[in-house]
């Protein structure tokens, strides 16, 4: 199903650009700092007199940089510059050994029937949501709302409390304000400096993630107490601090344990808020596929459970076709650990390698109608094959986003709930226009109306 409505897209900058120009575009929002010829490129080349960056489309690198040789191509630490006072020495953020050893203990958490255990967590914070949202009358920002509720999915799998409980809340409230404030490039990010450089990180930022980590540090330090009176619920932060790296012995300490928390905050709750509330202003942008959400929510029923999951299968197309066209984290950075060849052009050590879930998304090689919202695309040959070759939302490889399938599940959840409950209609004067901080948001917010279904 197709509409003629197509969803908002940023413009392009021009061609040539200076790089102080660059600069201030790109800290303004990744989004629009880019060319048009990005959505038809196999790859393209940005030269100044710091950095060399390679932005890669073609199918074949993209794989090559994530699937088959990832230790080639580690995190750049350029970008981790900007998020370090927040994520420390996250696994977001680490490379080589360190990071090995990081996924050893984290991946456990994410395995076998977790999902399943956490589903009632994700059901709860849905009916949290909808709860809410009751009192909303007339024109409202649903991204506060999404914000939330991911928040609330986040505490409660995590450490078992609900968003309203004092600390979590706190944690919320105070990365509210760490967004708002804090560009996801800093100046070394262009220059690079010497570690022993400050790195001009606003007073806000500093303070923002300082005030952060207290709180999950009090978090950890309460649970690590529990732990060793035997009286810790099972959820993952119980299962992360009680895993050993089979490999050395040991797990995570206080700090980091903060640093993995941190990150899991930020990955799946910031990038979750993201995807839910463009979901929610294009079902609102497109009534024919709202509907269709919504009898899937009603046959879903009051008392769902995990294997219900099934039922939504036109609802998991719907938020997939979100991630590809507004993917939370737009752009993700490698760097070249030692010289190698794509296609037919020398690219350096320490070069930049830039993988964009949001050029491979909409790009004009690939899907047909690369900028139109059509969730049935997915039953097409064009579609499953673009699905292998062009679309990377959680990354792929061995760093592929451990939260990916919690958010398969979350997403489509809250929206099939959100519009079993509401009709949702768009605001007319405030068409939402994507920008990119730490994720794809919106510039001035996404307005919608909201009008109830069912009765209570």
Known sequence: MTSDMIPPKPTPRPEKTTLRQYVKLFRKDILSAQPAKLYRAWMAEYKTLFFRSFLVNQPALVKRVLNEEP???????????????????SVFLTNGETWLRQRRIIDPAFEGGRLKDTFPAMLAAGRGMVERLSTEH????IEPHASHAAADVIFRTLFSIPITHHVARDVFDEFQAYQRAQPILNIAAFVPL??????FHRKHTRQ????????????????????????????????IMTTKD???????DTAEMVDQVAIFFLAGHETSASALAWALWLLAANP??????????????????????????????VFRETLRLYPPVPMMVREAKC????????????AQIVLSPWHLGRHERFWDRPDAFDPDRFKTENGKQCLRDAFIPFSSGPRVCTGAGFAMVEGPL??????????????TDKTPMPVAHLTVRSKDGIWLRLEPRLSA
């Open 246 to 252: 089979p490999v050395t012995g040991q797990g995570f």
């Open 138 to 141: 007339g024109a409202f920002d």
């Open 208 to 239: 923002g993630a300082k005030a952060i980590r207290r709180l999950i540090t009090d978090l950890t330090v309460a649970r690590q107490a529990e732990i060793a009176a035997g009286q810790a619920p099972d959820d993952l932060a119980t299962k």
């Open 414 to 427: 809250l929206l099939a709930m959100m519009a079993r409950a509401y009709r949702i209609t768009v605001v």
């Open 288 to 317: 024919q596929v709202q509907d269709r959400v919504a009898a899937e929510g009603a046959a879903f029923g009051d008392q769902p459970t995990f294997s219900d999951l099934s039922k939504l299968r036109f609802t998991k197309d």
């Open 71 to 89: 230790m080639n191509f580690p995190k750049s630490a350029r970008i981790a510059e900007g998020l370090r006072p927040l994520l420390g020495h």
């Open 339 to 350: 010289p190698v060849r794509f296609r037919e052009r020398d690219v350096p050590k320490g």
């Open 194 to 199: 010497p570690k022993w450089m400050p790195r």
